[in-house]
Nanobody
Framework: QVQLVESGGGLVQPGGSLRHSCTTP????????IGWFRQAPGKEREAVSC?????????YYTDSVKGRFTISVDDVKNMFYLQMNNLKPEDTAVYYC???????????????????WGQGTQVTVSS
């Protein structure tokens, strides 16, 4: 069973930055989509961002993070990143990376299911 291993997260003041990392130990091939999701206390999990076929030309973001978050992939290292800038208290949540084997078209990667998930890391934005 492929598992994604996450790192990053933590406590940051409003306006600060954090970077999440995610990797897949032992996975030799790439994925069709990488996604980042989050779940705040008492709320359902929501999609934050996704990237198709490791291309920076096909990245998608939920409206609340556009211009502040950046998804990227290092395909040599098979590492996935979510850079989060200008963080707000409403960004507080557990963040998850996810990977999908099946083809997906456009921003459907924000809605369709994923095959593999990371363990989740807590991000708390508070002064």
């Amino acid at each position: 069973q492929v598992q994604l291993v996450e790192s990053g997260g933590g406590l940051v003041q409003p306006g600060g930055s954090l970077r999440h990392s995610c990797t897949t130990p032992g996975r030799a091939t790439g994925y069709r989509a990488i996604g980042w999701f989050r779940q705040a206390p008492g709320k359902e999990r929501e999609a934050v961002s996704c990237i198709l076929d490791y291309s920076q030309d096909t990245t998608y973001y939920t409206d609340s993070v556009k211009g502040r978050f950046t998804i990227s992939v290092d395909d040599v290292k098979n590492m996935f990143y979510l850079q989060m800038n200008n963080l707000k208290p409403e960004d507080t949540a557990v963040y998850y990376c996810a990977a999908r084997d099946q083809f997906v078209w456009g921003n459907a990667c924000l809605q369709l299911p994923y095959n593999y998930w990371g363990q989740g890391t807590q991000v708390t934005v508070s002064s």
